[in-house]
């Protein structure tokens, strides 16, 4: 099983593509209409600022730290650590939010931050249980899962700032990390797999 999980990554791994290290840093989330829409009180909206501020700076210095490592900017590790800082934002900003509030704030980080092109954990868990697939099964999806990101991400210098360029990569790594998917699965988990990520699509950068 491990030599063929393998195999799977290996595939993927095959097309050797620079992957972009003169990003211009992201602008972070800007987080003024959200605000417009909570009404915050003076208390809050200084609380609010702080902890967006520190988590902007701390999002900023992963981003620099990346690209003085040198030679390929290891991309999924830098999303890896993205979504860390997210949940400890939400975390602080729960001592600071309402319920509601909170609520609010959560969803609208969650649409407006860059998402890892992948299958997250959510779903992950929801194809493994609705599946019924076995430990081997799911250990070929979440390897060929991690391949899929690896391949994408590694491909980012060349559809950096293109949509209609990254949909046709991000379509060609999903249709390889559904066929590795296949050869592992038995055809009824394989069809029950197909229709758990069948809403699952290529999303436009804005």
């Known amino acids: 099983m491990k030599s063929l999980i393998k195999l799977f990554v290996l595939s993927f791994l095959a097309i050797s593509l620079a992957s972009c290290s003169g990003d211009k840093k992201g602008r972070g989330i800007d987080f003024s209409e959200l605000k417009k829409e909570l009404k915050l009180d003076a208390t809050k909206e200084k609380q ?71 299958y997250d954990n959510k779903l992950l868990e929801k194809i493994k249980s609705e599946a019924q697939l076995s430990n081997e099964e799911f250990a070929v999806v979440n390897a060929a899962n991690d391949a899929f990101e690896k391949a994408f991400n590694d491909a980012h210098d060349i559809y950096h700032g293109n949509n209609d360029v990254a949909k046709e990569y991000w379509n060609k790594y999903d249709a390889q990390r559904k066929a590795a998917i296949k050869i592992a699965l038995t055809p009824e988990h394989f069809a029950k797999f197909e229709e758990i990520v069948k809403g699952e699509q290529f999303k436009a950068r804005k």
Do not use: C, H, W
Not at 54 to 70: D, M, P, R, S, V
Not at 92 to 110: G, P, T
């Open 48 to 118: 609010f600022d702080e902890i967006t501020a520190k988590y902007k700076k701390l999002q900023e210095q992963n981003f620099e730290a990346a690209k003085a490592q040198g030679g390929k900017m290891d991309r999924v590790a830098l999303g890896i650590k993205g979504e860390e800082l997210r949940e400890k934002q939400a975390i602080e900003m729960a001592k600071v939010l309402s319920a509601e509030e909170l609520e609010k704030f959560n969803k609208f980080v969650d649409e407006n931050s860059r998402k890892r092109p992948r």
